[in-house]
């Protein structure tokens, strides 16, 4: 079954550097695009950042230029390098893969990053 597995989550001082990893299995990781998703308290979730099969990434406007995704195909395994942390950035980060049109959806159980000013 599919399975997707974060860590990586924690707390750090603001400016500060985390990086999270999302093990993937159950399904062939290297043609899947994958996504990160966050959900701070009171919010909904948003879409971070997202990575397609050839490594083509976009982000969302508030993380530009200080998180990078990334994907190691060999290891089944994508990466959210997150630098210049703000408090803002505060949430239960997760890892997501999807198929339009089909019920291919699936969750990770979250990581928790907490950035204190």
């Known amino acids: 079954q599919v399975q997707l597995v974060e860590s990586g989550g924690g707390s750090v001082q603001a400016g500060g550097s985390l990086r999270l990893s999302c093990a993937a299995s159950?399904?062939?990781?290297?043609?899947?695009?994958m996504d990160w998703y966050r959900q701070a308290p009171g919010k909904q979730r948003e879409l971070v950042a997202r990575?397609?099969?050839?490594?083509?990434?976009t982000y969302t406007g508030a993380v530009k230029g200080r998180f990078t995704i990334s994907r190691d195909n060999a290891k089944n395994t994508m990466y959210l390098q997150m630098s210049s942390l703000r408090p803002e950035d505060t949430a239960v980060y997760y890892c997501?893969?999807?198929?339009?049109?089909?019920?291919?959806?699936?969750w990770g159980q979250g990581t928790q990053v907490t950035v204190s000013s």
């Open positions: 997501h893969c999807s198929r339009v049109r089909t019920s291919f959806d699936y």
């Open positions: 159950g399904f062939i990781f290297s043609i899947q695009p």
């Open positions: 990575i397609t099969s050839g490594g083509a990434t």
